[in-house]
């Protein structure tokens, strides 16, 4: 009896640590912002502390769904790298795998807009028409597209 306890003892033990050690494995990297990153926006803006507060709630509110989109875009670039180096080794062209991943491209480009739109909109509501106009000129001048 004593040493059915302790294997099912070592069992449970072993399940738990396999289960943490998976969980860690899969959960998203903590990238959440600290003060001081945060401190260019309080200081260039001139933001209070209560605006500063909210917008960093904000910002920490919407940190993991754009991780997690920021994941999907990084398992999207490793499959383009796959499919490419396919096609190059065979020398044919999979016309609909391709035109799968330029629909979830699109997709997931679509999502990383309006979350990112969401986000600069809600911010934006907590500052004053000054604050608000530096701030979407930062943001603006951020998102252009760069030179090829």
């Known amino acids: 009896m004593n040493r059915f306890l302790l294997v099912l003892l070592f069992g449970l033990c072993g399940g738990l640590a396999a289960h943490s050690a998976w969980y860690a494995w899969r959960t998203p990297a903590n990238h959440e912002l600290a003060d001081d990153q945060y401190a ?12 500063y507060a909210v917008i960093k709630g904000l910002h920490e509110k919407s940190s993991p769904h754009l991780q997690i989109l920021a ?5 999207m670039r490793t499959e383009l790298e796959a499919y490419e ?20 491209r699109r997709t997931i480009d679509a999502e990383c807009a309006a979350s990112t739109r969401q986000l600069i909109a809600e911010a934006s509501r907590v500052m004053t028409p000054a604050q608000r106009q530096q701030y979407l000129a930062l943001v603006s001048a951020s998102a252009a597209p760069l030179p090829n």
Do not use: I, P, Y
Not at 40 to 51: F, G, I, P, V
């Open 85 to 104: 180096q396919e096609r190059r080794a065979t020398g044919q062209v999979d016309f609909v795998e391709f035109a799968r991943f330029v629909d979830m």
């Open 71 to 75: 994941d999907q875009v990084r398992k």
């Open 40 to 51: 260019w926006m309080k200081d260039s803006l001139k933001l209070t502390d209560e605006q």
